[in-house]
């Protein structure tokens, strides 16, 4: 009989202890192994998406929450920021400015509707695998995730719906037509819809069509051409896109980002300092330093994690030390008979040696 044989009838014989030995040790090794990946996952998650976006231009307050909202299309920002200044950043020639705005997300798969504009796809390098780019108002594209989970395809419309459930002063919005389906990046576009920045103001109520006949209800606007159409479109057609039109000053129309792609580190350097000062309401943020900060909290908490994980893994090899002695001890008969038939000290070692095996097995 082989010693492996006759080890594992002896763990068998003992199988409580042998159970708790090896659910210890399989814990403290898994919790370890798990850190490491979990911490590894974020990391790659969080810095592959960030090295791409140098800066991002928001409404102060929570530097995190704007760059979970502007890359990640995760909390919509409370507080929308004015088109003009994508104006002042575009005419300072300061790279490629890319508008943000996300408010809407689809009524049924629950996915973010971005509005933007051509910039975002060359920044993005996003292409479409079929059909085509939006080109007019009210058309959409589709990430390949939301493809693949639902059975939207091109030609089909997209019903809208204000992110918070209690935005009750939001328009009614109209559909969207998807017009194209994007190529697979695994990031966040994979999830999103996207649209064109007219397309967004629409949703948010800045611009409005009208049906034939239907002049408007005026409302108390400082703006005395201000209105909303008493019977709201909920589907732009070729014989009623001509009615969209937009009220207001087109610099104070919202936005909720601009993503900022400066030529140089000069021209970065000059955009971070005309958003220094604290009175100033917006803010421009170097998005990797800001996940960097969010990582190494993260560190922090695998380095205490990993070292819970190796004192466990110490106190299990221990107890199975200390349970090894103690069986040779209860064993003393066991272990002299085995001399006494003619089995000597080396194959006593090996026995033991190969049931412990099997534990860490």
């Not at 998406?49 to 530097?63: A, E, K, Q, Y």
């Not at 819809?193 to 606007?221: F, M, Y």
């Not at 604290?278 to 908490?301: F, G, K, W």
Request: aromatic content about 6%; charged content about 15%.
């Amino acid at each position: 009989m082989s010693f492996i044989r006759i080890a594992h009838r002896f763990l068998a014989s003992q199988k409580w202890v042998t159970a708790l030995l090896v659910a210890s040790f399989s814990g403290s090794s898994l919790l370890l192994v798990a850190v490491n990946q979990t911490v590894e996952s974020i990391d790659r998650a969080f810095s592959d998406r960030v090295s791409s976006t140098p800066l991002i231009i928001g409404r102060r307050g929570s530097r995190f929450d704007l760059v979970l909202h502007s890359i990640y299309f995760r909390n919509p920002a409370s507080q929308s920021i004015p088109y003009g200044e994508l104006q002042i950043a575009a005419a300072a020639d300061s790279g490629l400015c890319v508008p943000l705005l996300f408010t809407h997300e689809t009524s049924i798969h629950h996915s973010p509707i971005i509005a933007t504009t051509d910039a975002y796809f060359i920044a993005r390098k996003l292409a479409v695998a079929i059909g085509s780019m939006p080109k007019r108002l009210g058309q959409c594209v589709i990430g390949a995730s939301v493809s693949d989970t639902s059975n939207i395809q091109i030609g089909d419309f997209l019903q809208p719906q204000p992110k918070s459930a209690f935005d009750v002063t939001s328009p009614v919005p109209i559909e969207l037509e998807v017009v194209g389906i994007l190529n697979r990046t695994n990031g966040p576009d994979d999830m999103a819809v996207i649209t064109n920045l007219e397309t967004g103001w629409i949703l948010t109520g800045t611009g409005h069509g009208h049906i034939s006949g239907d002049d408007g209800t005026r409302t108390n606007n400082t703006d005395g051409d201000s209105h909303i159409p008493e019977t709201p479109i909920t589907r732009i057609t070729d014989e009623n896109i001509n009615s969209f039109h937009f009220h207001g000053d087109e610099k104070e129309y919202p936005l909720s980002a601009i993503l900022i792609f400066p030529k140089d580190l000069q021209a970065q350097t000059v955009l971070e300092g005309k958003y220094l000062d604290d009175n100033n309401p917006l803010q421009a943020i170097i998005p990797e330093h800001v996940i960097q900060e969010v990582l190494e909290s993260v560190y922090r908490v695998e380095s205490i994690l990993s070292v819970v994980s190796i004192l466990s893994l110490a106190f299990v090899v221990l107890m199975l030390v200390v349970l090894t002695v103690l069986s040779i001890r209860l064993r003393k008969q066991e272990i002299e008979t085995l001399h006494m038939i003619g089995c000597n000290r080396s194959t006593t070692i090996k026995l033991v040696g190969c049931e412990t095996t099997l534990i860490l097995l």
